[in-house]
Structures are given as C-alpha cells and as structure tokens.
C-alpha cells in the first residue's frame, strides 16, 4: 500500500496494528499478520488456515475501518465515474483469473474499489514474472481501457511515451525536492498512454508546479510528442 504521506502512513499503519490485535484475540485462523513501514509505503505479509478464515477476517469491523479510511490516506487509479471503476474493476478481475491458471510467477494480486478509486497489491516472485504479467492479453485489455475510463495522456507512439515518461520522472524529482504542497505524483505507463495522480495541498502549490521550468519542458515537449489529453478533471 502506497500513503499519500508518512504521516498518513502512520496513520494507516495505527488502524493495521488494530486488525492485528484484534485479529490475535478474535481470529485463530488468520496465522500471520506483519506489517512493514518503508516512509508513505506500507507492506503486509498475511497467512490465513483457509478461505473461511481470510473471509471471516475481512468482516471483521477493525478491516472495515482500514478499508473505509484507504480512499482519504493511500493513493490509487482514479477513474471517470464509478461505473467507469466498476467496468475496470472487471478487467482486473479476469486478470486475476488469468494469472491462477497461467502465471505462476504471481504471488499475489489484490483489488480494491472505492467508489471512483482502485487500488491494487500486486506480489510477484521475479523481474521476469512481473513483465510476463504486463505482456498478457488480460493486461493489455485492462491498458486499454485506462484510456477510455481513467484521465491521462496519450503519446502518438510507445517511444513518444517513454520520452514523456522521461520528461515526468525529471517532474517527479523536482517536485520532492523544491514543492513541498506537492502531495503526491505517481506516473503510470501502459505503451502510448500515460496517467498520472498528483494531489497538491492548495492551488497556491498547483500554480507553482505549473510554474516549475521541469513542467514547462514537459509542456513543450508534449505538444510534438502526444496525441492529446483524452480527459483533464480538476477536483
């Protein structure tokens, strides 16, 4: 799980230890419960008797108040609506399927949908298993339908793409070094098309990004290297 911040990692982490408790008193099938604390990104190592017991643990009203605090604390896609998550949610899901019966080298594959905002843990054994995973039909359905129902950036080729992704990553670092009301900036990649999820703390801290000369070499760039931006929403 990616926090928007340490502090909301903390915060997180306070609602997991809780699970955990209550898990010790209440749960003999849940058999190991860990969380890991890396600044924003958290990892949990779960062990269940069986599928009983992880459904047991699921309705249990600590989970209930991790998952109800998720969408506010840890990031994720942001889709256009929620039917526009409901319909990506069933592209994941015949991922998931594919990867039980074809893809050894996952070792786990989470989703989770919170009204317009999908969040996913993905585990794989190797480098070699995750690209094997990218490669697959049922991945390559769910990159294209990012385009229709999420917001991004679509580049006129895959090397156009990857030129932007440079462009944003050069972004990326500026903004942890010199914008400090830049929250969050996460770059996704699927071939030609690019997403993005930036929170900034105000509109004083958007306009100042915008000001940054790492977006406007961006902006530059982007006018001979995209095909267009296929949504912009502003919340």
Not at 8 to 30: C, D, F, M, R, Y
Not at 38 to 43: Q, V
Not at 52 to 61: M, V
Not at 184 to 210: S, T, V
Request: proline share 2%; net charge negative.
């Amino acid at each position: 799980v990616e926090a928007k911040s340490v502090e909301a990692a903390n915060q997180l982490v306070k609602l997991l230890q809780a699970i955990k408790e209550s898990a010790k008193i209440t749960e003999p099938g849940t058999l190991d419960f860990r969380i890991y604390q890396f600044e924003e990104k958290l990892l949990l190592l779960e062990e269940y008797e069986d599928e009983t017991a992880l459904q047991t643990h699921f309705k249990n009203e600590t989970v209930k108040a991790f998952l109800e605090a998720i969408p506010s604390l840890a990031t994720g896609i942001q889709a256009k609506s929620v039917d526009a998550a409901s319909q990506l949610t069933k592209h994941l899901l015949a991922k998931k399927e594919s990867a039980k019966t074809s893809e050894p080298g996952i070792l786990s594959f989470r989703i989770y949908q919170f009204e317009e905002r999908l969040m996913l843990i993905e585990e794989y054994e190797d480098e070699k298993a995750l690209q094997a995973s990218r490669q697959s039909e049922v991945f390559k359905a769910f990159g294209e339908a990012v385009s229709s129902l999420t917001t991004g950036i679509e580049a006129k080729s895959i090397e156009a793409s990857n030129q932007l992704a440079k462009y944003l990553l050069a972004i990326k670092e500026t903004a942890k070094t010199s914008e400090p009301g830049t929250l969050n900036f996460r770059i996704y990649q699927f071939e030609e098309k690019l997403m993005l999820i930036e929170e900034y703390e105000d509109e004083k801290a958007l306009q100042a990004h915008l000001q940054s000369e790492a977006f406007k070499a961006f902006k530059e760039a982007a006018s001979s290297l995209t095909a267009g931006l296929y949504d912009f929403v502003k919340e």
